[in-house]
Every structure is written in C-alpha cells, then in structure tokens.
C-alpha cells in the first residue's frame, strides 16, 4: 500500500474549498439531495454495510449506534457533533473543518435525518476561534441555500442546526461530559448507564459521533456502502486521516485506507528528520501506550494495533526519535491528565495528582526503583476504576513507558538525572 485515499481532504489544496460554492463545484450536497429520496432506516443499514466505525477513538460501528435510537417514542432526537478535538497530538478535525466545513453540515443532515432528529449541535472547543467562525459561515450559507431550516429542498424534513463553542476543557471531550456543558453544566462525565442513546441530551435519545464520522457519511450515500467497504481491512473498513507530527520531516495529515503502516506513512513523509532513528511513537494519541521501532509494521487498524497492545484511537501519530527523554514524555503527558482531570471521581483525580508528583521526581533524578513499583501500583488503581477514559488514557502512558523503556528511568535515578540534558540534570541535582 502505497497511496493515499484522498475524500475528505481530496479539495484542501483549492483555495475555495471552504465554501458553498467550492464545494458544490465539486458535487458538494449532491448526497443529500439522494438520501432525502431514501427511508430513513435505509441510510442507516447503508452505513452499517459501510462498516464505517467511530474516527473519534473508540471505533464503535457508526450504523449501529443510530440504530439503538428508539423510534415512535414520542421524544424529540438529538444529533451532537463531537468537535472538542483536545487531545494530544490530534489535530485532524480542526483542520478538516477548516478546509472542508460544508462536507461536515452535509453529514448532519443527512445523519439527523437518519436518525429522525430535528435538531442538531456541533460543539467546538472555544479557543480555536477561527474554526468556530469558518463552520458558522458554512452553516449561515447552508441555510441560505435552503439545506437548513424548514421543508429543506421540498422533503418535508426541518433541521436546527446550531453551532456552540465549548469553553476548553479536555473533559468535554467525552461525549456525556459534552452533553452536560451544552446543557449549561459543568462538564463532567455521567454514569451510564443509561446510555446517550437512551437518555441524552435533555434526557432524550441522542447521537453523539465525532467530526470525521459524520463527514464520512456523504460520500458512503453518494458512492455507496461498498464502495467504502472496498477500502481498509476486513473489520476495519474504510479510510482514515492519519495526523503525523514530530520529529518527521513532512509532517502534516494523510488521508490512508485502515490498515497502513507507520512504515508506509514515514515514506510518504519523508521520513525522520535527518541523521536520526525512530525511537518511540503513540499510534492514536497520548492516551494510547506507545510503541517502539519494531512496531512500525504493525497494520494501522483497530483490531492488529489492539493487538499489538495500544490502541488505533484518533490515528494521531506522534513521532519521536532518539533524542527525545521518554520519562520527560511521560511526565509531560501525566501533567496535562492531572491538569485536565475534572476531579469528579477519585482515582482520577487523585491517582493522576501522585503519578505527576512520582514522575517528576523521577524525571529530576531523584527517585528510586521502587517508585517504578509505585507508578505502576497507582496506574493499577486507576484503570477500570475511574467514571471515564480519561484516567485510562493516563495509565496507558505509565504501563507502556515503563515496559518500554525500564531501562531509561532506572537510569535517571542511577545518573542523579536526565542522561539527554546534562546540564538540566546537574540544575536539578542541586536542588
């Protein structure tokens, strides 16, 4: 495999390409149109055949979560768009929305009409302000030429479609800490269940997918369901953004089938920066244990990354080589968990606050080979217990660093410092 799948980032080079003109130049609203002609129930087994499954990281199957909205119940349907794109080395939705906006409103519409809904969000994270005014004149404009509203295009169908921007916490990136923030709450995760499909936004049933996901489903209703099944691997269907950054030399996104390697997507990117050698990389983000070189040609889908011990989550690749301190990685990550952690539960709250002190105390030089006993105790304590991933995400960083690269922290403490700065380890040392 040696080439790209360009659909959703097939126009990012036209200068136009954001608005209503530029994409309907390039077939832009032409699956709406069809899918307004369909039953309902029809696009969502078309999507199901896809085999389309969640870009937001879980890779839970798309059709499937719309088909557990209970239909004839007499409550109104909700489609919300997760685009708090916060984590770590993620940056595939931003991007998209900016060069792509309308691709996204199409897959709204078509999706609230799947689902029966007649009103819909999209939540943005607050600080990418420049994104939330670009996906505003995209929604302004759809309204305008009739795709929003009432009776759009004369099939009886009503869509809202309303744009909100998020505050800027990590936490509101798990989808039932999502729906409490556009509620007007503090953004913390619920108990489920019941599930968002049951009881949702407003207690009622509701759909919450993220950017890429929905943006995928114009071109499943406008090519069809196994054309899109035609890409990728058997279980793993499609194709996907994968977001290279680091130490790269063409870092940026690639838009690939399901199943690509990391080999496959250095070549393509030029490959690590000169004079240097792939130490370690996280395959979908910093809340997936990372991997090493001998990873490389791990197959990048769901089921060959699982089972290789990481996760495919958002495919954003994060390329390190060997200058790079996997403890100060570590730590850094660990640090940003703790920072984000909404406090609600208490193995999140307080495991994380102790793996940032640990780690930093390591990273210092100062520790000793039973605080890698006692990381790896907490990280324990920590997964599964806590009320979201987000403590999860956090072990994964521990566990895999420490499997890893066990050797590079034992050295930290044996050296009085970090063996890749030898003036900050002496700095350190003194203190």
């Known amino acids: 495999m040696t080439t790209l799948t360009p659909v959703l980032t097939a126009t990012w080079d036209q200068p136009d390409s954001f608005t209503i ?89 078509i999706s609230a009409y799947a689902i029966r809904a007649n009103h819909a969000f999209i939540y943005i994270r607050g600080e990418v302000l420049h994104v939330i005014r670009r996906v505003q004149q995209a929604v302004r404009e759809a309204y305008e030429a009739g795709y929003l509203g009432k009776n759009i295009l004369g099939s009886g169908f009503d869509l809202e479609l309303v744009v909100h921007c998020g505050a800027g916490a990590y936490i509101c990136g798990e989808e039932t800490a999502l729906l409490d923030s556009l509620e007007g709450y503090r953004g913390q995760p619920r108990l489920k269940p019941p599930f968002p499909a049951v009881a ?60 690509i390697t990391l080999r496959e997507l250095l070549e393509m990117a030029g490959g690590i920066r000169e004079g240097h050698r792939l130490k370690f990389w996280t395959p979908g983000g910093s809340s997936t244990p990372i991997f090493t070189e001998e990873h490389i040609d791990v197959p990048l889908d769901f089921e060959s990354v699982g089972k290789a011990g990481s996760m495919l989550g958002t495919r954003a690749l994060q390329i390190f080589d060997e200058t790079t301190c996997v403890v100060r990685a570590a730590m850094r990550w660990i640090e940003f968990y703790a920072h984000e952690s909404c406090g609600k539960c208490t193995p999140c709250r307080e495991g994380t606050y102790w793996l940032k002190q640990v780690l930093q105390r390591l990273e210092r030089g100062q520790g000793t080979e039973e605080d890698l006993a006692t990381i790896t105790d907490i990280a324990d304590n920590i997964l599964g217990r806590s009320f979201c991933a987000l403590g999860d995400g956090a072990t994964s960083i521990v566990h895999s660093s420490v499997k890893h690269f066990r050797d590079e922290y034992i050295q930290h403490f044996e050296n009085g410092g970090c063996p890749f700065d030898p003036a900050a380890s002496t700095a350190w040392s003194k203190q």
């Open 21 to 109: 003109e530029g994409y309907q130049r390039n077939g832009g609203y032409q699956a709406l149109r069809k899918a307004l002609t369909m039953d309902p129930d029809a696009i969502i087994q078309a999507v199901k055949d896809s085999g389309l499954r969640g870009r937001g990281g879980a890779g839970f199957p798309t059709g499937m979560k719309w088909g557990f909205i209970p239909q004839n119940d007499g409550k109104p349907h909700y489609l919300v768009v997760n685009a708090d794109e916060s984590e770590p080395g993620t940056c595939k939705d931003i991007p998209l929305m900016m060069a792509n906006p309308h691709v996204l409103v199409e897959g709204v519409i």
């Open 200 to 259: 949702g936004l407003y207690a009622s049933p509701t759909v919450i997918n993220n950017v890429e996901s929905i943006s995928s489903v114009p071109s499943i209703i406008a090519n069809g369901a196994n054309w899109f099944a035609s890409m990728g691997t058997e279980r793993s269907k499609g194709f996907g953004i994968f977001s290279l950054s680091g130490h790269v030399k063409r870092p940026g996104q690639y838009e690939a089938p399901l199943g």
